[in-house]
């Protein structure tokens, strides 16, 4: 008995070395087995192990810099022809001058005596007066930024004789004009020159009135029929002659109603049409929020309005 006994533990011993052996020739075959490859990686103290991760990082962090420099070195939106010229015309002038000689503006003419026009006005009155208004007031919730209110002759004497460039030119002025300075003071005569108009053309409650000045004496009951108060100016004066530039931010500070108020006095008033044209000529820079004098030094206009003090 004693003998099976003993043979008994070696055969087992001998089984266990066995199985120890095979147990430890498997683990040793699969930790020399190669690692099936991932794009995770988890042995992140390895700084070998690491390098294609940090390679594709630095590409990827190369690429987010690159797009975010491109972001900020654009330059603000423009939108194109973000201006307009509003113009009134008679059915036989020719106002072509406008789109071929200033084409990187937008244009607007009305005709003012043939309600068959493409854009017209519902009656010849008031000269410009009416189709500027109109403008505004159909355009009041889409105005480009810069608008200029022009006269419909492109140069030349007499016509343009109100025109601050050598050839009276229209073109020449508006191709120098500032549109900077335009948002910046919100309007701008396009006439420096300070003959007629200032330093006091109209003085309301003058007596006895000055003979030939008989827009002086309507000047105070139009006044009060346009801003419906009785704060009339003792004095105004601006250089004529109803050519100017003003901001969008600028119209917008009056509310809609009033255009429509004033483009309604323009159309309905007993005035003869050239008084009408007048009173309005006279009180533009004061809608526009200047003073009721409005004389700059001229050299410091053809400056700020022109980038030439000696423009003309």
């Not at 095979?22 to 992140?44: E, F, G, M």
């Amino acid at each position: 008995g004693y003998e099976m006994r003993v043979s008994h533990r070696i055969g087992a011993a001998a089984l266990l070395i066995i199985l120890i052996f095979l147990i430890k020739r498997h683990l040793d075959s699969t930790t020399d087995a190669p690692r099936p490859k991932t794009l995770w990686n988890y042995n992140v103290g390895s700084k070998s192990d690491n390098s294609e991760f940090d390679l594709w990082k630095s590409k990827w962090s190369a690429s987010e810099a690159g797009v975010s420099r491109q972001e900020y070195e654009t330059t603000p939106i423009v939108v194109p022809n973000d201006r307009v010229i509003v113009m009134a015309r008679l059915s036989t002038e020719d106002t072509n001058w406008v789109s071929a000689d200033l084409a990187d503006w937008r244009n607007y003419i009305y005709t003012v005596d043939d309600v068959n026009a493409r854009k017209h006005t519902p009656k010849n009155k008031g000269r410009e007066s009416l189709a500027y208004l109109q403008y505004i007031v159909e355009h009041y919730d889409d105005l480009p930024s810069t608008i200029v209110f022009l006269h419909s002759h492109k140069d030349g004497w007499p016509a343009a004789w109100h025109t601050d460039t050598m050839d009276y030119s229209n073109v020449e002025s508006i191709r120098a004009l500032q549109t900077d300075f335009i948002q910046q003071n919100g309007y701008a005569n396009l006439r420096c020159q300070e003959t007629p108009g200032c330093p006091d053309e109209i003085r309301p409650f003058r007596d006895p009135p000055r003979p030939g000045k008989t827009v002086e004496k309507i000047y105070a009951q139009a006044w009060q029929e346009l801003f419906h108060n009785t704060n009339v100016p003792e004095v105004i004066g601006v250089p004529c002659c109803s050519q100017f530039a003003v901001s969008r931010d600028q119209v917008l500070k009056r509310p809609l109603s009033d255009y429509q108020r004033f483009y309604n006095w323009v159309l309905n008033n007993d005035l003869p049409d050239d008084m009408t044209s007048r009173v309005m000529e006279y009180t533009w820079h004061i809608i526009f929020g200047q003073d009721p004098v409005y004389c700059p030094d001229v050299f410091q206009c053809y400056q700020d309005v022109y980038g030439n003090p000696y423009f003309w």
